[in-house]
């Protein structure tokens, strides 16, 4: 009768060690992926509010700019009604020609 004993060429201790390395290596890569996602999140949210801010700050020109020009006085500006409306006839609009 033969011994049916499997023999590895390697021992099961430094296996399972190396196992235990790899997954250790392994952890510590997912640790330092969920950190870096997080950095770049928090960026993100950041230059977010920063471009909220600076759209914000153009819109508060825009208005004023478009308050000064509703309450302009055109007449005191130098500006007059047209005496007559003429329009420019038009030819053909197609390019086709």
Not at 65 to 84: C, Q, R
């Amino acid at each position: 009768m033969r011994n049916s004993r499997i023999h590895f060429p390697f021992s099961l201790v430094s296996f399972c060690t190396g196992v235990v390395g790899v997954l250790l290596v392994l952890y510590i890569g997912l640790i330092a992926v969920v950190m870096s996602y997080a950095t770049v999140t928090v960026e993100f949210s950041h230059s977010v509010r920063n471009d909220e801010a600076a759209v914000a700050m153009l819109e508060g020109r825009y208005l004023a700019n478009v308050a000064s020009i509703t309450t302009t006085d055109y007449a005191i500006a130098g500006y007059a009604l047209p005496i007559a409306k003429i329009f420019v006839p038009a030819k053909s609009v197609t390019a086709l020609r």
